[in-house]
DNA sequence: CGTTTTTGACCAGCGC
DNA sequence: GCGCTGGTCAAAAACG
């Protein structure tokens, strides 16, 4: 099972890897819109840094992005604390701006910022009072089905909802971990399928029952065809960074 | 009635 | 100094 898991994701991130190539030219061509605020942007001779932060629950690599015109300058440094994206894959017609994380946020603000018509919310943890991480979420301006929030600070407790989150992402919201990180020149994606796969398996069976034969087929025939899905929505998702 | 959301006002940082 | 913009505040409204 582990060994056709690694060859699944080998598969799947050699291909995700050919397609961001195969963007790089195209992206090289596109003037950055918005400079007036260089804090807002990111410098593009800045140094690389790839932090593995722990966000609501699960991993999420964070680095300096090419794509920040997906996420309408979400992104940006803080001197104080790191600050994660992550991308949420919603139903568009859902006008809603919350991302199921496993934390309770209380929401204090939300505004229109420029150049993207879809407000940004503004959150802050609710669940303790001493806790001051704050999230910002925002539909792309290219993907409105993408919502992207940001995390800034670290939870000082236990996640709630832990649980319902995981439930919620898997079979859901089908959350992408589409960090993209630069890496020298070549961008690189990173994708954490230990802890987002939209595979969950039935938690509730009893251990007797994990341990079957039967279990064990079923559980990597789900991995695999995860897997398997997992390609086809980054090819979805890839194709659409081609259209204008 | 307590909690949460909405929304206009205010403030600070930045570029010109 | 002025204008623009993002972030936050706080009173009012909505909700359970």
């Not at 104080?80 to 701006?97: A, E, H, I, L, Q």
């Not at 704050?134 to 993907?143: G, T």
């Not at 409105?144 to 000082?156: F, K, P, W």
Request: aromatic share 8%; net charge positive.
């Amino acid at each position: 099972m582990l060994s056709i898991m690694h060859i699944n994701y080998n598969t799947l991130r050699n291909y995700i890897l050919d397609l961001l190539r195969s963007h790089k030219s195209e992206e090289d061509t596109i003037t950055p819109v918005l400079k007036k605020r260089k804090s807002e942007n990111f410098k593009s001779t800045s140094s690389n840094v790839v932090a593995n932060n722990k966000i609501g629950g699960y991993n999420s690599h964070f680095g300096r992005t090419s794509k920040e015109d997906l996420c309408n300058g979400l992104l940006k440094e803080d001197p104080k604390g790191f600050v994660s994206p992550v991308c949420v894959y919603t139903d568009p017609s859902d006008s809603s701006m919350v991302v199921k994380d496993g934390y309770q946020w209380r929401k204090y603000g939300q505004k229109v910022t420029r150049g993207n018509p879809y407000p940004r919310a503004y959150f802050r943890c609710s669940f303790a009072p001493s806790c001051a991480v704050k999230k910002k979420v925002q539909r792309s301006v290219q993907d409105r089905s993408i919502l992207v929030a940001t995390y800034e600070g670290e939870h000082n407790h236990a996640q709630p909802y832990r649980e319902v989150a995981v439930a919620n992402i898997s079979r859901n919201n089908r959350s992408i971990p589409c960090s993209v990180t630069n890496k020298g020149s070549t961008p690189l994606v990173t994708l954490d399928l230990t802890q987002q796969a939209s595979f969950q398996p039935e938690l509730e069976k009893p251990f007797s029952e994990i341990d079957s034969p039967e279990f064990q087929k079923l559980l990597m025939e789900q991995m695999a065809s995860s897997l398997i899905i997992n390609k086809m929505q980054f090819q979805r998702r890839c194709s659409m960074f081609h259209q204008p």
